[in-house]
């Protein structure tokens, strides 16, 4: 399995995934400044020209909420996933789509200053870290003690925040960006 890689990238929240999951796996390193992520070979990989992009064999996956789904259910052994029977497994689904689908424009849109118009489909950011702290509820994960993909990219989210030095969130979700960053194999930027 490769992972196409730049340590500047979203492409460390698969490596994350990767690790927990004690997947065996290669680095591809994409050197953005040479525009390696938009040669032809690579659109081959990703479409669109972005990292992160997974290669599987045959199977070539792109977007991260896709990727950590595909990993997730590739790798139950890890147990990240709730099983597709399982009575978690929509809630899951839920928010690991969550997580990109509108957390991540919801937190672009405050980091940017940008304003949130609904038609664009997510909410403010605010709303969307009260959806997230009402997830969590007592923790420590979002499913309890079960610690899950939904973890690695919803929590994420909040490890990028803290990166680009944004004001604090809540007390409970800045306790749980420390849980994630405890765990030793935690995402680690720019490495
Ligand atoms: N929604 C996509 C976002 C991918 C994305 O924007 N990747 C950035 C790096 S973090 C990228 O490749 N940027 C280079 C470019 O667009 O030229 C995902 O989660 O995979």
Redesign the pocket.
Known sequence: MKLYF?P????V?VKWMLDECAAPYELVPID?TK?E??TAEFLKINP?????ALEDRDARI??????CLYLGDKYAHANLAPAISASERGRYLSLMVYS?SQL?PAMGDSLLKVETLAQRGWTDFETAQNVVEGELGDGPYLFGDWFTAADIMIGSMFIWKRIFGAPPSSPAIEAYVDRLLARPKAMKFGK
């Open positions: 730049n500047q990238s979203r492409a929240t953005f525009r992520h938009k669109a020209g972005k990292l992160p792109f977007e991260t909420a896709a990727i990109t991540e």
